[in-house]
């Protein structure tokens, strides 16, 4: 698949890819300054620690996203990887969405839930300016 002509020693930039990594950076640095979970005294030892580990599950997945978008901003050869981490961020924000309307809290009061659209609508952009769209 052709995502753009290359003309030797020409820089490649993306700014779609490259403004879905500044805001997976900035789901990272929300994510991470959040109140922690073990701070609540209320849940089972197992559940406490599970919700621990997802935690910094998401942490780690952040800043990958991150990373990856970053690299496709540069790099046409790594289109697939924004795909990848662009269907994540079309998974995660109707999931946030569900979560918050399943606990009975406003999905606009959960800042994943729009950031991760935020990602996957410039990741859409940076695929239109790869000539994927």
Known sequence: MDHGTLVAGQAVFNPGFATASVL??????VHT??????ASRELPTASLWLNYFTWHMATVM????????GWAASAPEAFDVAVLLMLMAAAFSPLCIWVAIKGGIAPWRFPASWLFLLILAAGLWGARIGHWL
């Open 24 to 29: 997976a950076l900035i789901t990272f640095g």
């Open 33 to 38: 300054f959040a109140r922690p979970l073990l």
């Open 62 to 69: 952040l800043l990958i996203m991150a990373g990856g978008f």
